[in-house]
């Protein structure tokens, strides 16, 4: 395999690549207005593509909702990203969460609708 990446399909691909922007820090490795790539310093290899829902390469019948998806960014500080979300008023599915197994989940809403899960580990 040489490159493997996710596209989320969506009506304002402007207003989506801000958000994965402002929320992780992520930069745009390419920008063709119907198409962004976004990857981030931290994370050689990652990419997310941000993609317009009615672009001509997108066949009929591929756009629906998201459905049984789940986006998971894991960081190191997630108060910061708690700090960011808020000052962004995204949509928060669920605030602030310790879990079982040693992190701590903020879990958003993206503009498409896409569950967006912002994880740290906790001591």
Known sequence: MNRAFTNILTSDVEETASFYETLL?????????????????????????????DHE????????GPHGIVLTFVVPELAEVV?????????????????????????????NGVAVDVSSPIS
């Open 25 to 53: 820090g992520m930069n745009r490795a390419g920008d063709f207005g119907w198409f962004i790539v976004l990857v981030h310093k931290d994370m050689p290899g990652f990419e997310l593509g941000i993609l317009n829902k």
């Open 57 to 64: 390469t997108i066949p009929q019948g591929v756009v629906a």
């Open 83 to 111: 700090a960011k979300a808020s000052l962004m008023n995204a949509k928060v599915i669920q605030g602030p969460t310790d879990l079982p197994y040693g992190q701590r989940r903020l879990m958003l809403q993206d503009p």
